[in-house]
């Protein structure tokens, strides 16, 4: 399957998950800032994800679950150094470059894009062809 072909069933599980428009999901475009994804949207476009692609997503595999309450993670708000390194060899489908200048905890859902979706369903099928 093609990256193109990928991002095309990716759009589809956005635009059913969110009730969101097709030209409303662009590679850029940030879940929760731009689409509208609340928390209990993710298990839907987890769960969507994992019929469309037919695969199993484990917990914390595409997004991160319990950062936050991690105290080696977590200081004021903000990601420590391990914290940021953590989540990045976690999540390496997500670029949390912009979160290196700024770390706050709040701003990691905003890194979580139609791109990051792309590249993790592109890394999970190449990994059970493999």
């Given at each position: ?75 004021d ?5 391990e ?12 670029d ?35």
């Amino acid at each position: 399957m093609t990256r193109d072909e990928i991002y095309s069933k990716v759009q589809e599980v956005l635009i059913d998950a969110l009730g969101v428009d097709d030209d409303e999901v662009t590679a850029d475009a940030r879940l929760t800032k731009d689409l509208g994804a609340e928390s209990i949207d993710f298990l839907d476009i987890t769960f969507k994800l994992e019929q469309e692609f037919d695969f199993k997503i484990g917990q914390g595999e595409l997004f991160p679950d319990n950062a936050a309450s991690n105290p080696d993670f977590i200081k004021d708000g903000k990601l420590t150094p391990e914290g940021l390194t953590a989540i990045k060899e976690k999540l390496p489908h997500v670029d949390f470059s912009k979160l290196e200048s700024d770390p706050q905890i709040s701003r990691i859902a905003e890194t979580f894009t139609v791109d990051a979706l792309v590249s993790f369903v592109e890394r999970k099928l190449q990994t059970a062809n493999a």
